[in-house]
């Protein structure tokens, strides 16, 4: 089979430069060209990852754009990756090497399982919509560690049981097709893949926005770590229902169930219902926001304690000393007499100022 490595490389510029001159015609009403190169610009980003995969699965890597002139050409004309790749953190499967692509050319993002909550989507829309990559793909791997502990029910410990609830849909699901536990491992791999990408587009109006205008495509895939192959999924199978379902009503920020997950189209909610905890699975909550208290003057001054609010810490922990003279109350703006401080006990003020 003859390599399109370079007519896609050469497409994919060609597109990038009829979109840089076409989009003030889209802006007014025509566009017809930008589409065409929006088009372009996605099967040229996704032709290229998947020859690359092929290489690198036949052990023919050519390692491209990692030389000095590169480095050099990057540093000092910024980055212009052709797609924002959302995948696990596992070592196994190293991003740039599993699509034989080089630097600058792949936007990044990796966390167990996958899994897309609040920092990786924000880390997405970056991608998305700052860079502009005209391609958006979530990869799973086989034999995710992430998964199998939420399959198997696994003890975690510190903040893991806030980062596997994201996947508990996918293997609920999962689950209800039974079959033996690795052919539910299996499965729930790919419904992970599903379920990130379904997140992505329920709290994302960024990339609702592209993926519905055209301007990027998102598209899952699954890397197999025995043989290197990437097995692709393709469009998530209910995206047009779920575009649909929150094209009106639907708010970014608004309350979401406990897990904050959303499973199929069949399950999303009417937009015109706030979604509502009793709908979620029963997982481990996430702590509550601490309220913000008033923090003490950074030089101590004995007279007045500042009313500036500071996030207070997660962990409790005892109040901060401050010097007897300190805990005298202050008059707010509103005329309104705030708390006193708490006092620090006899000796504290000559420590603390010592």
Not at 140 to 149: E, Y
Not at 152 to 157: A, I, L, M, P, W
Request: charged share 20%; aromatic share 4%; hydrophobic share 40%.
């Amino acid at each position: 089979m003859i390599s399109r490595k370079g007519f896609a490389y050469a497409v994919f510029l060609a597109a990038i430069s009829m979109s840089s001159t076409t989009v003030p015609a889209a802006d007014h009403g025509g566009g017809g060209n930008s589409k065409q190169a929006m088009r372009m610009l996605r099967d040229a980003a996704l032709v290229l990852l998947k020859e690359g995969n092929v290489r690198f699965h036949e052990d023919k890597a050519t390692h491209p754009s990692v030389d000095a002139e590169r480095r050099e050409a990057i540093a000092s004309e910024g980055q212009a990756p052709l797609v924002t790749v959302l995948a696990c953190a596992d070592s196994r499967a190293p991003v740039e090497l599993v699509f034989d692509r080089g630097l600058g050319e792949i936007f990044t993002i990796r966390v167990a399982g996958n899994v897309a909550d609040t920092d990786e989507i924000a880390t997405v829309e970056y991608g998305v919509g700052h860079l502009g990559t005209p391609l958006l793909v979530v990869l799973g791997h086989s034999k995710c560690g992430a998964v199998t502990a939420v399959v198997k029910g696994s003890e975690v410990h510190g903040l893991l049981p806030q980062l596997l609830d994201n996947i508990q849909p996918a293997v609920e699901r999962a689950k209800a097709e039974g079959g033996e536990e690795t052919a539910v491992v299996d499965r729930a791999i790919k419904e992970n893949v599903y379920q990130s990408m379904a997140d992505i587009l329920r709290r994302s109006s960024v990339v609702r926005g592209a993926v519905e205008g055209g301007s990027v495509r998102m598209v899952g895939a699954v890397y197999d770590l025995h043989s290197g192959k990437v097995e692709w999924l393709g469009d998530h199978p209910e995206q047009k229902q779920i575009l649909a379902a929150w094209s009106e009503g639907a708010v970014d920020h608004a309350p979401a169930p406990t897990n904050k997950r959303l499973t199929l189209a069949a399950d999303l909610p009417d937009p015109a219902d706030a979604p509502h905890a009793e709908t979620a699975p029963k997982v481990a909550s996430k702590p509550a926001p601490v309220a913000a208290k008033p923090a003490v003057a950074a030089d101590h001054d004995a007279d007045a304690v500042s009313t500036e609010t500071v996030p207070a810490p997660t962990t409790a922990r005892p109040p901060r000393p401050v010097a007897p003279a300190a805990a005298a109350a202050t008059t707010k703006p509103s005329g309104k007499t705030s708390k006193p401080a708490a006092v620090a006990p006899k000796g504290a003020a000559a420590e603390e100022h010592h």
